[in-house]
């Protein structure tokens, strides 16, 4: 407001502006038609971006696509002499392919069990890798669910104003923290923290991994159910408590219940969070691909192994092919669960639970 | 029946208060746990210096430049679009405008894609399809002009005559020695050796097989790029934010004095909501200095011999805690150093977040009282 006044006293009774009379009025309009234009043109960027991501992210992954859809699959086989051929057979198994480093793959090769992308008879199976990112995202979501909706439910209802204050700027400091250190924080100190207490085997596992992964989550969970809970009409509230309500019976029968789309809205966002996070993954979880449903054994996820492995990669390669086919599987995900809460959730549902308001 | 309902009250304001002083507990045992364990090895010396002895002494200066010089490209690619776009989606879109409603889609969809997504986009748009595009060219416009060159006079193969390689080299090095150095250098290694004879063509072709990467390979502006798409989102809806704070009676004044709705923009709007796209800014340098994913293979390194420019690799805060922490060869001397290391990058983006709090609290409350 400040700077409007000095604006207005810059401009003295009697005295014009050079900047409008120097333009007639049609010149204006058509710089203006063109500025706007520009404001249109940068604004469509972000689509344009997203397209892009998809479009270049497929690009490299595409071979697979292709090969699956034509339903080649080069084999080394016809290369090799008898002997070799038996070896490659007990290394690999009878029911998976022999393959190279540059073979043709398609998709049904990564339905497998092992992924061994860097031995002499590579097998790129991701089955290890969907365990280790279910398992994860399980622990994640088991630990921050609970935390932060009911610390949610902590500063829209119960706290005291003066605490409120303080505590949401706190738990949303949690979001700016990198990554990298949330992963460094369980990679020293959780691990063995936890391992002291459980005894279990392997120090960096799930557990450790996905609990690192609530710290991302719960900010994100936290702060979109604290809107949501606060958004829900306080007349509902109030009607409420005049019907004899307690303040609690209010809260949880009232408030929560009206509030459930955007909660879940909160912690399908949450889920894509965990689903994504690369570097907590990478560091704490062990990153040894084991087809295990034990949540104590180590484990890799889609994000982490991708970080971990392109940078070695050769390019072009059909290892390189499938850590971006991992990427398109991120991104896919990524925007089903975008789609799901912006059209869904909250068109259709939000309407429906408050009514039309 | 009254006893039970009381026990259930209990519960059910207990839980909420400790499940907020779980989370805030653990946030101050973080930040706690990292203080004690760093602030000993923090010092003058350790944020000046270079690294020494395999990253297991001395200081983490050439990272701490890499990340700054990092988010300042990230910040003057980023900021302008957000900013545009927020303008747009505040002032310009109508409620129903279906442009409006795909740009939020995609700024929100962009805000939810994962970051290692952006990496791997990185790697194939910036680096390959631009960066490989323009060495391709250099390449290409390079090679046509050793064509004229050897092709020419001078030149010991000129109208296509065989000549040995030795010769073609001195040539070369006699005709700009430092812009046909690596064709020189390559010459060494032609097939047949130096007294190999060779005409214009077999040259041409020799040195048009290789491309050294020069722009396709990862570098701080791609990494910049890559992390300034990351981080727009976080410009566009701070940014929004602000433009809303500013009150409509304001915008209306201006219109029916009749300043046209670009004038109203840039000299009543725009200056009334500085502050918040300085909010932006930081909060999107805030996240990009501490995001590791998407540089991991567009340009980080581990350690440099010197401090990087535009087209160098660099060393980052955040990917040196990395390497540091899951690569140590003694895990004991490097202790120290991956405390003092989160120290500083914590301490970077945690106060650049709280700075932007604050301000952004202030801007909310103005909202609310429109």
């Given at each position: 407001?400040?700077e ?37 043109t ?9 397209f ?44 998976y ?41 399980f ?57 002291d ?22 900010p994100?969970?936290y ?91 050769v390019?072009g ?41 | ?73 990230m ?38 894609v ?38 020419a ?42 007294s ?8 041409v ?43 409509q ?12 709705r ?15 796209i ?46 540091l ?31 932007a ?7 909310r409350?103005k909202?609310?009282?429109n």
């Open positions: 407001m400040s409007q006044k000095q604006e207005k006293s810059e401009v003295k009774p009697g005295e014009f502006s050079t900047a409008s009379l120097s333009l007639t009025t049609k010149e204006r309009r058509f710089g203006e038609r063109a500025i706007e234009l520009g404001i249109y940068v604004s469509s960027l972000s689509i344009i971006f997203i892009l991501i998809f479009a270049f992210v497929l690009r490299e992954a595409s071979p697979i696509i292709g090969y699956t859809l034509s339903g080649e699959q080069t084999e080394k086989s016809a290369e090799l002499t008898p002997e070799e051929l038996t070896r490659a057979k007990e290394i690999v198994g009878e029911d392919p022999i393959l190279t480093h540059n073979s043709e793959i398609t998709v049904s090769a990564l339905i497998h069990d092992k992924w061994e992308p860097n031995s002499t008879y590579p097998r790129y199976g991701i089955w290890p890798i969907v365990l280790g990112t279910l398992k994860s995202t622990v994640a979501l088991f630990f921050a669910i609970p935390l932060s909706i009911f610390a949610a439910l902590y500063t829209a209802f119960f706290a005291p104003l003066r605490l409120r204050e303080f505590i949401k700027p706190v738990i949303e400091l949690l979001a700016g923290f990198p990554s990298v250190v949330i992963g460094f924080f369980c990679l020293i100190t959780i691990a063995t923290f936890a391992q207490l459980f005894g279990y085997e392997f120090r960096l596992n799930s557990v450790v991994g996905g609990f690192g992964l609530s710290l991302a989550v719960i994100i969970i702060t979109l159910s604290e809107d949501a809970l606060r958004s829900v009409p306080g007349s509902l509230n109030e009607a409420a408590l005049a019907l004899g309500a307690t303040k609690w019976q209010a809260a949880y029968q009232v408030m929560l219940p009206a509030a459930t789309p955007g909660i879940f809205a909160a912690i399908l966002l949450g889920l894509g969070r965990a689903f994504g996070e690369t570097m907590i993954a990478l560091m704490a979880m062990g990153n040894a691909p084991i087809p295990s449903w034990d949540v104590f054994d180590p484990a890799r996820t889609f994000a982490s192994t991708i970080g971990a492995e392109m940078g070695e990669v390019f390669s059909s290892h390189y092919q499938v850590l971006f086919f991992l990427g398109v599987v991120l991104f896919v995900f990524s925007f089903s669960i975008n789609f799901l809460t912006e059209f869904y959730i909250k068109n259709k549902l939000i309407k429906k639970f408050r009514g039309n308001e | 029946m009254k006893r039970s309902r009381q026990i259930l009250g209990f519960f059910a304001h207990g839980l909420p208060l400790v499940a907020t002083l779980l989370v805030v507990g653990i946030i101050v045992a973080i930040i706690a746990n990292f203080l004690i364990g760093g602030l000993p090895a923090l010092s003058w010396e350790f944020l000046t210096e270079s690294p020494r002895n395999v990253n297991t002494e001395g200081g983490i200066f050439p990272a701490i430049y890499g990340t700054v010089l990092l988010v300042i490209i910040t003057i690619a980023a900021v302008p679009i957000g900013t545009i776009t927020a303008i747009y989606l505040a002032e310009y879109a109508k409620k129903t405008s279906k442009l409006a409603q795909f740009v939020r889609f995609a700024v929100n969809t962009l805000a939810g994962p970051s290692i997504v952006f990496g791997l986009f990185g790697l194939g748009f910036f680096i390959q399809t631009i960066g490989g595009g323009i060495d391709n060219w250099n390449h290409q416009a390079k090679m046509a002009e050793l064509q004229q060159l050897v092709a006079a001078p030149s010991p193969i000129a109208n296509n005559s065989f000549a040995p390689v030795r010769e073609i080299k001195a040539y070369l090095t006699q005709e700009d020695e430092l812009k046909w150095r690596k064709e020189i250098q390559r010459l060494n290694q032609y097939e047949g050796g130096e190999a004879y060779a005409n214009s063509q077999l040259v072709t020799y040195l048009s097989s290789h491309t050294d990467p020069n722009w396709g390979k990862g570098n701080i502006l791609w990494a910049a790029l890559t992390l300034s798409l990351l981080t727009l989102p976080v410009v566009i809806v701070a940014v929004e934010e602000a433009l809303k704070a500013v009150p009676e304001v915008r209306s004044a201006s219109l029916a004095l009749g300043a046209t670009l004038e109203t923009v840039w000299k009543i709007v725009l200056p009334n909501s500085l502050t918040g300085l909010t932006g800014s930081i909060l999107a340098v805030g996240r990009g200095a501490g995001e590791v994913a998407p540089i991991l293979f567009t340009g980080a390194a581990f350690s440099l011999a010197k401090l990087p420019g535009l087209q160098d690799q660099f060393m980052h805060l955040g990917f040196h805690l990395y390497i922490s899951t690569q140590a060869v003694n895990i004991d001397q490097a202790r120290p150093l991956q405390f003092a290391t989160t120290i500083v990058l914590l301490g970077l983006t945690l106060a650049l977040n709280a700075v709090i604050v301000i952004r609290s202030r801007i409350r909202n609310k009282s």
